[in-house]
C-alpha cells in the first residue's frame, strides 16, 4: 500500500494569525518501505519571518525570498501526494496549515479521515510519557544526531521509522515469501541436524529388574506389564 510521510515548516503556530507554510517534506512508502521518491520543497512564506520560528528551522525571510511561492508549487505538491494516506506527527497542526495555503488558492481541503496521526498512535501505546519525536527517537533507538534543528524533510524521513516502529515494529512479517531490499529471498535460519539419538541405556540394577519381573507374574495374565516385559533387559 503506497502512503505519503509528511512534515512542514511554518512561520508561526497558527494560520488564522497570518502564518504561513515555508517548506514540505515528503517521503512515498510502499507497505511501510521507503520508495526513494521524496517531495521537499522551500517556499517563499510571501511575509516576515518571526525570530522564534528562526530559532527552530533556520529560515529567515531573506534566505527564502528568492524561493518559489505555495501557487508555484502547489500542482506538483498534490500529483507527489495524490489519494495516498498521510502519515503526519500531530497531524491536526500541519493540515491546518496545508489547507489554510489550498484555501487561499481555492483548492481542495485536504480530508482528515486520510492521515494518520503518529502523534495520537503514540499517546495510545505510551500513555503519560513524552511522545514528541526526540522522545521516540531515543525509545525507539532511532538516530536522531542529524536533527540539530527541525527540518520538513529529515523529520518525514525519521518519522518513517517511528511509523513502522509504532505499527509493529521492523519487523512486520514472518511470510517466508518476503524479499529483502536486494530482492534477494528472505533467508530463515535453522539449527544443524544431529542425527537420530541413540537410545540411552537403562540405569537399574538386575536385581531391580528381576524383582519387578515377579511382581508382574502376580497381576494375572491380562497385566499390562506383560506387553512391555519382552523390553526389558
Excluded at 169 to 192: D, E, H, Y
Excluded at 199 to 207: D, M, N
Amino acid at each position: 500500500m503506497r502512503e505519503i510521510v509528511l512534515d512542514t515548516e511554518t512561520t508561526g503556530l497558527n494560520p488564522f494569525d497570518g502564518h504561513r507554510v515555508l517548506e514540505i517534506g515528503a517521503v512515498e512508502i510502499a507497505h511501510r518501505v521507503p520508495t526513494g521518491k521524496v517531495f521537499h520543497q522551500l517556499i517563499n512564506p510571501e511575509r516576515e519571518v518571526p525570530e522564534d520560528a528562526v530559532r527552530v528551522h533556520g529560515h529567515t525571510t531573506n534566505s527564502l525570498s528568492g524561493k518559489p511561492i505555495f501557487a508555484d508549487i502547489v500542482d506538483e505538491f498534490l500529483s507527489f501526494v495524490g489519494r495516498a494516506p498521510l502519515i503526519i506527527h500531530n497531524a491536526e497542526f500541519d493540515i491546518r496549515f496545508v489547507n489554510a495555503e489550498l484555501a487561499r488558492l481555492g483548492r481542495t481541503p485536504i480530508e482528515m479521515n486520510r492521515v494518520v496521526d503518529t502523534l495520537t498512535l503514540a499517546r495510545k501505546r505510551h500513555p503519560g510519557l513524552p511522545n514528541n519525536l526526540d522522545a521516540l527517537c531515543d525509545r525507539y533507538r532511532i538516530d536522531r544526531s542529524r536533527r540539530v534543528r527541525h527540518s520538513a524533510l529529515l523529520d518525514a524521513e525519521i518519522l518513517v521509522e517511528i511509523y513502522n516502529e509504532l505499527t509493529g515494529g521492523r519487523q512486520r512479517s514472518l511470510l517466508f515469501n518476503v524479499k529483502s531490499n536486494n530482492s534477494r529471498p528472505a533467508m530463515i535460519s535453522t539449527f544443524p541436524s544431529i542425527g537420530v539419538r541413540s537410545r540411552r541405556s537403562q540405569l537399574i540394577e538386575v536385581h531391580e529388574t528381576t524383582s519387578h519381573r515377579a511382581h508382574v507374574k502376580t497381576l494375572g495374565e491380562g497385566a499390562i506389564w506383560l506387553r512391555y516385559a519382552s523390553t526389558l533387559t
